[in-house]
């Protein structure tokens, strides 16, 4: 079974950093894109950032130059980059990838991890 296991969450002051990984593990043939989305109490989950297999990075407007997503291919995994925290950042990430499994195409999300800014 492929899956994906999230870590770095947690509890930051405004100002901090904090740095999640997103590592999949199980068979599978290859996994294209990559990306992080949030959710927020009562929000909809929305895009943070994504990279495609090849590198290209896309980020929402809102974590712009703070934030950075970046990818290790040999160790399948990707990881988010986070700078300049500020309380509205507080929500559950998810790590999500698409590619091809063993039986065709498949998409994937981690469990999600918390993290909370403190003002």
């Known amino acids: 079974q492929v899956q994906l296991v999230e870590s770095g969450g947690g509890l930051v002051q405004a100002g901090g950093s904090l740095r999640l990984s997103c590592a999949a593990s199980g068979s599978f043939v290859s996994l294209n894109d990559m990306g992080w989305y949030r959710q927020a109490p009562g929000k909809k989950r929305e895009l943070v950032a994504g990279i495609t ?67």
Do not use: H
């Open 53 to 119: 297999s090849v590198g290209r990075t896309n980020y929402a407007d809102s974590v712009k130059g703070r934030f950075t997503i970046s990818r290790d291919n040999a160790k399948n995994t990707v990881y988010l980059q986070m700078n300049s925290l500020k309380p509205e950042d507080t929500a559950v990430y998810y790590c999500n990838a698409d590619g091809v499994g063993l039986r065709g195409y498949l998409e994937l999300w981690g469990q999600g991890t918390l993290v909370t800014v403190s003002s």
